[in-house]
Structures are given as structure tokens and as C-alpha cells.
């Protein structure tokens, strides 16, 4: 069913945003890649679909709009909405830079609200639609040092709850992804400075991170993520509405 519609998957050129666009590109979806660096536009292309890409920085609204105009003029419009590009800066709230802050927001939080009050009317228009946030467990509980990126994914979960009820009789469905740790580029940063920290190798720097907080001690996969936004697509799934799916190997059971 998913076949022939488009996705647009912001910060899909890396970690979490490409293995969620490669799950739906195997589903037959065509997909609007979106994000900084390489673009794996031929790893999208390889599964038989199309694939777009627009540079929109997600802290910028009017490259927001220019990126949703994009996916209507050159793909009918976006079916399927996975806002995913996210931000991390780990400091103390006192010494937290206020630009930091301010970049957290906007990209992790705000740009959601853009994307989707323009993806909206079109999936309305259109009958069907799924609107899918990464948020995070630390959009559902805290961890010190991260004042910025818990108030942005526990405003993103809210915005997920709002915009569910606003769409509960719609064929449209908006939900939350919160997964725990995950080993990507910005989790290699935090093993990176871990490992600086505690004099420990990358191995055992890896160990203590997912020791403190998962209890599965397994990193989620980006594949995994992929897989859920797919059944999250599904018609199995309409009515799942305003929801917060965990998949953090058991550290919000805590
Ligand atoms: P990542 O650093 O591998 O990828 C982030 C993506 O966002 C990249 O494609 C990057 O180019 C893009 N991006 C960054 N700033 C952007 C901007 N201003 N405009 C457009 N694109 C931008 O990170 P990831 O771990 O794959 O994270 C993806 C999402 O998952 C984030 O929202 C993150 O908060 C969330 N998340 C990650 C983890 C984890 O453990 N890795 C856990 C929970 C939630």
C-alpha cells in the first residue's frame, strides 16, 4: 500500500533518517532526502525508486517551506512525514551556549511544526497521510547535562499528542518514535568524549554509556526504527494515534 507514495525524511543522509528512508524505500515509496554531507541518493535509487533530495537547513523556515514546495512540484506531495534531523549539545544548564540552545529548538522541536502544517492539507486533500516525529526517551524522561534536547523531545512528544487530536478523525495518523541509545554519528561523539573522559578505549567507553541507562546493553538499529515507521505506515496501524513508541531495550521501564 505504500508503494508509488512519497516520503520526506528529514536528516536522511546519516544514521536513524537514512535507515528509516531505506525501510520505506523498500516498501516502493518514492523518497525526498534531506540533511547535510553525502547524499545517498544511488543507495535509494538501487531499491528501484525514486529519490529526491533538498538541502533545507531545518532551522531555517523559508528553506522549510522551500523544501515542502519541492516534494509537491516534483512528487504530487508528501504522504508520509518522518521528521527525524536532530541536533545534541551536552553541557550544564549554566554553562549552556545560548546559540546551542537556540539551534536545539529550531531543529529538533520547531521545525516540525513547519513541516507539518504544510504536509497537512495536502495528505487531507489526498485521504491518507502519516506523520512520524523522532523524539526520543528523553522525550518521555531526563538526563543531566541535556536541558536543551529533553525540552525539545518532550516538546516534540506534546506536539505529537496535539496534532493526533487534531487529525483523530482523519485519516491522517501522527506519532512519536523514542528510541534509546543508538550508534550513530551523534552518539559517536558522546562514546568519543566518554572515552576521552575516562581514559577507556572505545569498546569500554561503549559499554558503560549503554550499562548506565539500557538495560538490554544493545544499541537500537537504525534498522529496527526503519521497520517500526513501517508498521507505523501501516494499515494495521491507523488507528494508533498521538502515541510515544519506545524502542530504548528497556530504559524507560526503569
Ligand atoms: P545523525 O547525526 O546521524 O543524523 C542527523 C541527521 O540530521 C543528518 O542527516 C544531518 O545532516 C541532519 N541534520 C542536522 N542538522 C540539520 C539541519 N539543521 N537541517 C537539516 N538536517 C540536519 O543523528 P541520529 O542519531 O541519526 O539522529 C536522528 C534523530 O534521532 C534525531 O532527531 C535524534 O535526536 C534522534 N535520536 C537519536 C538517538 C541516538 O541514540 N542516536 C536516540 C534517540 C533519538
Not at 531505506?22 to 540533511?35: C, D, E, P
Not at 504522504?79 to 529548538?105: C, K, M, S, Y
Amino acid at each position: 500500500m505504500l508503494k508509488g507514495k512519497t516520503a520526506v525524511v528529514t536528516g536522511s543522509t546519516s544514521g536513524i533518517g537514512l535507515g528509516i528512508a531505506l525501510a520505506l524505500a523498500r516498501q516502493g515509496m518514492n523518497i525526498v532526502l534531506n540533511g547535510f554531507g553525502e547524499v545517498p541518493r544511488a543507495q535509494i535509487e538501487a531499491l528501484g525508486v525514486r529519490a529526491g533530495y533538498h538541502g533545507a537547513d531545518m532551522s531555517r523556515p523559508a528553506e522549510i517551506e522551500a523544501m515542502m514546495a519541492y516534494a509537491d512540484a516534483e512528487f504530487g506531495g508528501c504522504d508520509v512525514l518522518v521528521n527525524n534531523a536532530g541536533i545534541q549539545h551536552v553541557a550544564a544548564v549554566e554553562e549552556f551556549p545560548t546559540e546551542r540552545w537556540d539551534a536545539i529548538i529550531a531543529i529538533n522541536l520547531t521545525s516540525a511544526f513547519h513541516t507539518t502544517r504544510l504536509a497537512l492539507p495536502g495528505m487531507k486533500q489526498r485521504g491518507w497521510g502519516r506523520i512520524i516525529n523522532l523524539a526520543s526517551v528523553h522525550g518521555l524522561v531526563a538526563s543531566a547535562q541535556k536541558s536543551a534536547y529533553v525540552a525539545a523531545k518532550h516538546g516534540l512528544v506534546g506536539f505529537t499528542k496535539a496534532v493526533a487530536l487534531e487529525t483523530a478523525t482523519t485519516p491522517v495518523t501522527v506519532n512519536a518514535i523514542c528510541p534509546g541509545w543508538v550508534l550513530t554519528p551523534l552518539v559517536q561523539k558522546q562514546v568519543d568524549a566518554r572515552a576521552a573522559a575516562e581514559n577507556v578505549s572505545n569498546d569500554e567507553a561503549k559499554r558503560r554509556l549503554l550499562a548506565e541507562k539500557q538495560p538490554s546493553l544493545q544499541f537500537t538499529t537504525p534498522e529496527q526504527l526503519g521497520e517500526l515507521t513501517v508498521f507505523l505506515c501501516s494499515d494495521a496501524a491507523s488507528n494508533v494515534r498521538g502515541q510515544a513508541w519506545s524502542l530504548d531495550g528497556g530504559w524507560t521501564a526503569q
